[in-house]
């Protein structure tokens, strides 16, 4: 398992319809396919532009497939919303 930093610019005025998926039944269930739903921890931007997700990854395979299109669940979804997205691994010092 590791920790990683998730941050993605949303396409003005997707943020709600980005967090629909996210809350769904079938956006948690892909998600769970990840990382630890009950760890992750999220913040968005004051205008709603940027998000930020603290995960706890235990398939990273599964993570990039998540965001990069391949995934077909949230492919439609994440087109329609994302304009791009950093991936980051935390490390305690």
Known sequence: MKDILVV???KEGKFEKFMGFMQ?????????????????LGTVSPDKSVIMFK???HDEGALNSFLDGSNPVSKPIFDEVM???EIFELKKV
Do not use: C, W
């Not at 769904?24 to 760890?39: F, L």
């Open 8 to 10: 993605g610019k949303l």
């Open 24 to 40: 769904s039944e079938e956006g948690i269930n892909e998600r769970k396919k990840i990382a630890d739903v009950t760890k992750t």
């Open 55 to 57: 995960i706890v990854v």
């Open 83 to 85: 304009v791009s997205y």
